[in-house]
T-cell receptor, first 114, second 112 residues
Framework: NAGVTQTPKFQVLKTGQSMTLQCAQD?????MYWYRQDPGMGLRLIYY???????DKGEVPNGYNVSRLNKREFSLRLESAAPSQTSVYFC?????????????FGSGTRLTVV | KQEVTQIPAALSVPEGENLVLNCSFT??????LQWFRQDPGKGLTSLLL?????REQTSGRLNASLDKSSGRSTLYIAASQPGDSATYLC???????????FGTGTRLQVFP
């Protein structure tokens, strides 16, 4: 099925460990995004990529790095995980100037840092 | 600071009721506004998108209106059904930026 695929779906890390969250879309979208969702705070933008080869900081970029590997893939890396990074992470994509509904979201990665 | 607020935070209604969800934004110079649905443990599904020049959009039993000057949008759900139970999020996009600012959502429960 066409859409945004995130892996893994669940992950538990120890403080200080590193990991990469993977995201891939097969809709030929130009823009891709990483959001985190925390109770009572809504979704907040971490990083985004308007096109292949470009990345920009969002609202809460500290502690994260991203890579836009190609047009399909946009990964999010936690170099040294902290309990404050316990959250649900969503990847999204959008075709600029395209569809009425624009944004397509993945099903999320639930990350717990202990 | 550009902020989006949704009230109420939670709503429980019997099946068949018509209901209204509210969204307000502090900076009225938006480019567009979107309503999303999120089921428990799932991602977001886009429901309606209203461009800044539009006053409303409709999809089936859903109608979203936009009053840009007052910084408000409402999502009207007609004849609610248990399958409508979910969290509804609104998000705004401003000109010359490629990101959405989300509200914290309204958690809706429709009971039979």
């Amino acid at each position: 099925n066409a859409g945004v695929t995130q892996t893994p779906k669940f992950q538990v890390l120890k403080t200080g460990q590193s990991m990469t969250l993977q995201c891939a879309q097969d809709m030929n979208h130009n823009s891709m995004y990483w959001y985190r969702q925390d109770p009572g705070m809504g979704l907040r933008l971490i990083y985004y990529s308007a096109s292949e080869g470009t990345t920009d900081k969002g609202e809460v970029p500290n502690g994260y790095n991203v890579s836009r590997l190609n047009k399909r893939e946009f990964s999010l890396r936690l170099e040294s995980a902290a309990p404050s990074q316990t959250s649900v992470y969503f990847c999204a994509s959008r075709s600029v100037g395209g569809q009425v509904y624009g944004y397509t979201f993945g099903s999320g990665t639930r990350l717990t840092v202990v | 600071k550009q902020e989006v607020t949704q009230i109420p935070a939670a709503l429980s209604v019997p099946e068949g009721e018509n209901l209204v969800l509210n969204c307000s934004f502090t900076d009225s110079a938006i480019y567009n506004l979107q309503w999303f649905r999120q089921d428990p443990g799932k991602g977001l599904t886009s429901l309606l998108l209203i461009q800044s020049s539009q006053r409303e959009q409709t999809s089936g039993r859903l109608n979203a209106s936009l009053d840009k000057s007052s910084g408000r949008s409402t999502l009207y759900i007609a004849a609610s059904q248990p399958g409508d139970s979910a969290t509804y999020l609104c998000a705004v996009q401003y000109p010359n930026t490629d990101k959405l600012i989300f509200g914290t959502g309204t958690r809706l429960q429709v009971f039979p």
